[in-house]
């Protein structure tokens, strides 16, 4: 069992930067492949970044690459996504999710999930 608590949200000018932090608990955070996911109100949650447990192989959607970084800290228990020149669509609630196996950008992949962070990037 994984138990996943975000935090990092916020509101921010266009232009602005965030960090997102997902704290783990359990001692096999290190062998999870964590990802981020968003849903903005009235749509879909959608992919923004997948890392595999030993933090080698990242993914982003197109999106947000350039933009966003996934990483880990396995000593720490936690998955982090620093956000850059934040744009107003990206507002969305934020989750990480944790899963076994190879990193996936494909919700339903995920057995563990957060209950979200509100990012809100206002024009």
């Known amino acids: 069992q994984v138990q996943l608590v975000e935090s990092g949200g916020g509101l921010v000018q266009a232009g602005g930067s965030l960090r997102l932090s997902c704290a783990a608990s359990?001692?096999?955070?290190?062998?999870?492949?964590m990802g981020w996911f968003r849903q903005a109100p009235g749509k879909e949650r959608e992919f923004v970044a997948t890392?595999?447990?030993?933090?080698?192989?990242?993914y982003y959607a197109d999106s947000v690459k350039g933009r966003f970084t996934i990483s880990r800290d396995n000593a720490k228990n936690t998955v982090y996504l620093q956000m850059n020149s934040l744009k107003p669509e990206d507002t969305a609630l934020y989750y990480c999710?944790?899963?076994?196996?190879?990193?996936?950008?494909?919700?339903?992949?995920?057995?563990?999930w957060g209950q979200g962070t509100q990012v809100t990037v206002s024009s």
């Open positions: 999710a944790a899963r076994s196996g190879s990193y996936s950008a494909t919700p339903k992949d995920y057995r563990y």
């Open positions: 359990g001692r096999t955070f290190s062998s999870y492949a």
């Open positions: 890392i595999s447990w030993n933090g080698v192989s990242t």
